[in-house]
């Protein structure tokens, strides 16, 4: 668990070691504000279990009231019954993934806290203290959001961002971290024309940290430039479709 910001009634929290073995490493991050909290992407079954184990240290369980997740990905959205059940949270999810999501077993008593959120994104309000919906299509998903932080100043990137490789919290060199990330974007990612629509947005943020949902985050305003920059200018999905060496 790493505390990635703490001060005057707001606290966000990191959980990026609850997966093993096949698992895809994924990041768990839970906000609290007042007396609520908001789990952002909370994962799979065997992640749930540690999870929800391990989330009494930052929170009562009974002040999770919202459940963010990014898009339809198994390894967001598969223990949602779980979470639904045990807590009398919301959970947030694209109206595009609204008729999905009951595929994952979604129970009858909790369907009706599934909130839909339209294209052009929202607002989830936590004790308070309201967090933006950015707008992330295609990046991977069709049907995909971040989450921006006004308070920490963090944003929440889902797969965008992502990284494969040394196990590490932080990235420290961002030219040296770029090849732990480049096959990844070139292959999920869409195409640069959403790219370039998400790095538009991302600058009107006052953004201290970008947080993925795997890998290392990007901490301080010159790697979220840095990052931003790599992102709006890469070439990937239908650019390269069919360019020789794509990476699977």
């Given at each position: 668990m790493l505390t990635l910001f703490d001060a005057n009634g707001h606290k966000k929290v990191c959980f990026h070691d609850l997966t093993s073995g096949h698992m895809f490493q994924?990041?768990?991050?839970?906000?609290?504000?007042?007396?609520?909290?908001?789990?952002l992407d909370p994962g799979g079954h065997k992640v749930?279990?540690?999870?929800?184990?391990?989330i009494s240290a930052v929170v009562s369980m009974s002040q999770v009231k919202h459940?963010?997740?990014s898009h339809q990905d198994p390894d967001i959205i598969a223990a949602a019954n779980a979470w639904l059940m045990m807590t009398d949270a919301k959970g947030y999810l694209s109206s595009l993934w609204m008729r999905f999501i009951t595929h994952f077993g979604i129970d009858e008593l909790v369907v009706s806290r599934l909130v839909a959120i339209p294209d052009e994104g929202g607002t989830i309000t936590v004790g308070g203290q309201p967090l933006e919906l950015?707008?992330?299509?295609?990046?991977?998903?069709?049907?995909?959001?971040?989450?921006y932080d006004p308070v920490s100043k963090i944003l929440y990137t889902g797969d965008l961002g992502a990284s494969l490789g040394p196990d590490t919290i932080q990235v420290t060199d961002f030219d040296a971290h770029i090849p732990h990330m480049e096959g990844f974007h070139r292959?999920?990612?869409?195409g640069n024309r959403a790219l370039r629509a998400w790095a538009e947005r991302a600058r009107k943020l006052d953004i201290e940290t970008i947080a993925p949902q795997h890998g290392a985050m990007m901490a301080g305003k010159p790697l979220v430039e840095r990052f931003i920059s790599w992102a709006e200018n890469l070439s990937c999905g239908t650019d390269i479709l069919f360019a020789p060496g794509v990476p699977s």
């Open positions: 994924a990041n768990q991050h839970v906000v609290v504000h007042a007396n609520e909290a908001l789990v749930h279990t540690k999870l929800f184990a391990e459940l963010f997740f950015i707008p992330a299509h295609f990046l991977h998903s069709p049907g995909n959001f971040h989450v292959r999920y990612m869409a």
